[in-house]
């Protein structure tokens, strides 16, 4: 027995009430519950009023302390944060795996020949051109890059609903967009987007002459050049791939 | 947690591995539904005990995950990776053996005979 629209988003609000954020985790619980409501209906003939608590009943035992300092989490939420354990490690394996692919291609070598032309310059010939151009990289990377748009958009909406909407006035699509974060590597998307902007900062304070020790720049231009670009832009590749 | 519960839940993921072994490819709630089938409903697998070893075994390389649009939604199926097929056959040895050695401690005359 197919449930009905109606049926299907009461069971998309429950599970959205436990505030659970992957969306999919979300998808493949979803999928479980309208799964094991469809076969208690026909199985034990059971209505999906009498059917949709009774599989609700089957996760409700499951907990989960994340570390000492943290409190304990139980249900979806706890089955939730498993999963994403699970997801960031393997998000993580697979990114590192991608960055040396690419840094072995075409692609690699010439931004490594761009990277080391830029940080050669530094120190040898124009700080200011070389710090302009590492600027220049910057700007372009976080305004252009999807994963900065697609943050963009998404604290957009949050403030947007948060000045002037309720969660309770949110239709289910409305709820689906603001609540669940599509991918698994945006993780490290925020962490390298706010890296960047850190150094980007550094590069323009340094621009108008404040002091900053030669070092810290040296560091940073070093970590940014080889380090947060081209992992970034694998991780961006691998979104659009996965999108 | 049933007792029976208990005593399958260190051998939860080669049982799961057993039944993706046999059967190609399968989603979540159709492994807890194979199992209950295959026991005659003495061994449920908790969904709060299959998903994360199913999650483990994902990052682990060990299972690769396939989705398919059903019924308007997403469903998300699991297979053994070629690098999973030899730990899954492993893990499988290892519960066979361990089966059959609670059956001589459970029937000692099986092992004199």
Redesign the interface.
Known sequence: M?LTPEQ?ETIEYYILSWDIKNK?FY??I???F???VE?RMVKENESFDYAFPEVTH??A??IIKPAWFLETFSGLK??EL??QK??H??AF?VLMKDALRHLKNGFGLIWLLLALALYVTFFFFSTYVAQAACGLINIVFLMFSPISLKGLKRGYRHLRIKVFRTEASLSLEELKQVKLIPTKFNSFGHVLFLLGFVLSIVNFVNVFDFEISKETIQVGILAYLFLIIPISWTAYKLESKKA | MTQMQKHVKGSLSAIVLKLLYDNGRM????IT?KVKELTKDDITI???AL??IL??L??E?ILTPETER??G????YYKITPKGNAVAKDRIAELKAFAENLNLILNPKLGSA
Do not use: C, N, W
């Open positions: 197919k299907i999919d998808e493949e979803l999928d479980h309208i799964s094991a076969e089957v996760f035992d499951h706890a089955l498993e999963f699970a997801a490690k393997m394996k | 989603y979540g709630y159709e539904q908790t969904e709060g998903y994360p999650h483990k994902e990052a390389d059903v019924d939604r997403i469903r998300k």
